[in-house]
């Protein structure tokens, strides 16, 4: 008698967000049993303090400790957890990592180029990155662009949401000048950042994590989160501007507001959808496809088959 594969966990450790995926694996393929995300703003202070904030550090395990509950309920046989750019970063990262795992959770922080790769492994699971298209993910810390799994193929840069509002330190709303300024920082940084890239053609750019999937909730007034509707939702580069400008002239409030938006990403999406816009102008490319997978299907994609698993 064949064994039912056991449930399987994969956990990032995000600068503004902690998210989990649980999922059993049959054939290459996942099957999501729950998905859960904490929006705890764990990289707020890095910029002032260079540490995490004592609150900021006590909500992110409650997290972890609210995902290893809803872990033992479901009976996860394996779980891998990645930190990001916040843990990379910050100076009492030791502590972090010592009350995640005494909360049964041990959190592994991985380079930018192994993020990269497990994201670029969980958005092309479906053969998506074929065909010219560069794919982006928007975190809070930083911002990877990746063209492919191998080395040399992505780029990281320090541009995350919770990064350039802590820059800039935009208004609410944000007068025209200050968009400007966001805006031209963008630019200037994400095409010095993917110079070695100028003799590449992209035919469109796909985007993962909260600011992509935000615009796509956005853009259908989803007003309950359905991650099969996200993935693979196309927008034309005027649909994104339109977007752009729109929610530049919102307040953080009547951003809240809008069918779609999640609470806690009020505050960040402007910084997030300006890059995005910028890249799109970077890369000449008029398609924005959207991915509900990245980082942490990746993860789980890169797991050794167990017991009763095939590949």
Known sequence: MQSLPKALAAIDVGT????MLVAARDGGRLRPLLRMRRITGLGRELRETGAIGDG????????????RREMDRLGVGRIR????????????????LAEAAASGIPVEVISPDEEARLTWTGVTRGGRGERGAVVMDIGGGSTEFIAGPGRGESVSLPIGVVVLLGVF???????????????????????????????????????????FTTLAALDMKMTVYRPERIDGYAMPVAKVRAWEDRLCRLTAGEVLALPGMEKGRERYIVPGICQAAAAMDRFGVTKLEISDAGLLEGILLGLPPGKGETR
């Open 16 to 19: 503004n967000t902690v998210r």
């Open 56 to 67: 900021e550090l006590r909500d992110s395990i409650a997290a972890l400790r609210a995902f």
């Open 81 to 96: 957890a990645c930190g990001t750019a916040a843990l990379r970063d910050a100076t009492n990262r030791d502590a972090f």
């Open 169 to 211: 330190r935009l208004s609410d709303p944000p007068p025209p000048w200050q968009v400007r300024n966001l805006k031209y920082y963008l630019a200037e940084r994400i095409g010095a950042g993917t110079r070695a890239w100028e003799r590449r053609r992209f035919r469109r750019l796909v985007g993962t994590a909260g600011t």
